[in-house]
């Protein structure tokens, strides 16, 4: 059994609100190399809940998330360095730092929930599950 962690992907069309709809799942697991996600709008939905919301920027985000996910969100521009308090040093491209990247805490419409964890021997169906449980 591997452990993974992942978060739920909300939509929150106004954060002082704090009012949200889940839309997607990131699951990562290190042992299994895995970093994905699986999102769904349901823009009926969405827009009955925050009318007005431009449902193309939501898109537009969790197709970020997805190139994210892959490796692909910076292509061509490189790793890059940055400052630390002993000097400079390499920025890493790994599965771990796209995670940390997408599990931070954000003040936009499309923010991640609590880290969660647990096992598996299957990230893929685990990714699966998790995504009917908590998207639908």
Not at 29 to 34: L, N, V
Not at 85 to 98: F, I, Q, T
Not at 102 to 109: D, F, G, N, Q, R
């Amino acid at each position: 059994m591997d452990a993974y962690q992942y978060v739920v992907l909300r939509c929150v069309p106004r954060p002082e609100r704090e009012e949200f709809l889940n839309v997607g799942v990131v699951l990562f697991c290190p042992e299994q190399k895995f970093l994905a996600a699986k999102w769904s709008l349901d823009e009926q939905r969405l827009a009955t809940f925050a009318p007005g919301l431009d449902l193309s920027l939501v898109r537009a985000a969790l197709e970020s998330v997805d190139l994210i996910c892959a490796g692909d969100a910076h292509s061509g521009f490189g790793v890059g360095i940055r400052a630390t308090a002993y000097g400079v040093r390499a920025l890493s491209d790994n599965e771990s730092a796209r995670f940390g990247l997408l599990k931070a805490p954000k003040s936009t419409v499309l923010q991640p929930g609590p880290v969660h964890g647990g096992v598996t021997t299957d990230a893929t169906a685990e990714l699966d599950r998790i995504f009917a449980h908590q998207v639908g």
